[in-house]
């Protein structure tokens, strides 16, 4: 079965009965990641918990859920990326990435199978108005306010939007780059974009500052399992995120164009936050926050990105 949107995960992970269900309201600020931290830290993971009544910064109930710790057990990633054991996409996986181009014709037939493989899952275009565009805030209506987005520690420099997909494009040549980077709410319509140096999307902005360039950018929260996990794979640089889930699940993701931009992004989203990052504009404090290594990583300056008018 082809997982397409994070709800059919859900009901998937519900349905090896490892989906617990929080229906008293617990605030996004320290309480929600307070309880899934003990969670997670149980043997195998814990299970995935889904808070269907967070309470936003203001006290008011949030009408959107939060789900967490989905891929926190062996059997969940599995589960996720089609499988049921991971080893299985093991091999595929390192012949997808070992591509040299061999010697002779007869090595270069062999290589057929497998780059045709991989061409039988690009991504493809949604007909249709896309679910992911169901509701659109525009200029004033947008109020990142209104998102139950998680304060996760005490120290931390704010809240943060978690498990993102960030698409970016190459402006010279193209190329669609998708990565999760750390992202911190500044206020309504403004976050901190947190890419480290090395990372793609930093490569796609400083080309963007040196052509005196705005840089679109699309924040993807919540889409198919193997779409979100291709976003925090380590790929090279030129294979694409949605070419490489296409390949984990068997089947082409399906894209819309974005609103505001010419960037493509999953159809089915449950979020999708549309913005720029002007190379002209200051940098701005994001941090500290309580990083995956137990410390909290220094507040440092980086590039805004802010919605469109």
């Known amino acids: 079965m082809t997982l397409d949107t994070l ?10 009965g490892e989906l617990k269900r929080v229906r008293e309201p617990v605030k996004v600020e320290l ?14 993971g814990g299970d995935a918990i889904l808070f269907e009544h967070p309470i936003l910064r203001d006290g008011t ?41 061999p010697e002779g014709l007869l090595g270069k037939l062999q290589l057929l199978p497998r780059l045709l493989e991989v061409a039988k899952f690009p991504p493809r275009m949604s007909s249709g108005p896309p679910a992911c ?26 809240p943060y939007v978690t498990m993102t997909m960030v698409i970016s494009k190459d402006p010279a040549r193209g190329i669609r780059n998708v990565g999760m980077y750390r992202v911190q709410q500044l206020g309504k319509r403004e976050v901190a974009m947190h890419w480290q140096r090395h990372k793609v999307g930093a490569a796609h902005f400083r080309e963007m500052a040196e052509r005196g360039e705005k840089m679109p950018v699309c924040i993807v929260v919540g889409a198919d399992p ?8 380590p790929l090279p640089p030129n294979v694409d995120e949605f070419i490489f889930a ?6 082409p993701v399906k894209l819309a164009k974005a609103v505001t931009c010419d960037l493509e992004v999953p159809a089915e989203a449950e979020f999708v936050l549309e913005g720029y990052i002007d190379p002209a504009e200051a940098l701005v404090v994001e941090g500290p926050f309580g990083d995956h290594t137990g410390y909290y990583s220094e507040a440092d300056r980086i590039p805004r990105c802010t919605s469109p008018r």
């Open 61 to 101: 109930r949030s009408p959107y859920p939060v789900a967490i710790n989905c891929f926190g057990s062996m059997r969940r990633m599995a589960l996720g990326l089609g499988v049921k054991q991971l080893d299985e996409h093991g091999d595929r996986i390192t012949k997808l990435l070992d591509l040299k181009v």
């Open 7 to 16: 709800a059919d995960y859900l009901t998937a992970i519900d349905g090896i």
């Open 226 to 233: 193997a779409s979100m996990y291709s976003a925090s794979a």
């Open 246 to 251: 296409g390949f984990l699940r068997k089947a």
């Open 31 to 44: 309480e929600l990641c307070e309880i899934a931290d003990r969670v997670s830290k149980r043997p195998g």
């Open 133 to 158: 565009q169901e509701v659109i805030w525009r200029g004033d209506e947008i109020d990142l306010d209104k998102l139950p987005i998680l304060t996760c520690w005490p120290e931390d420099g704010g």
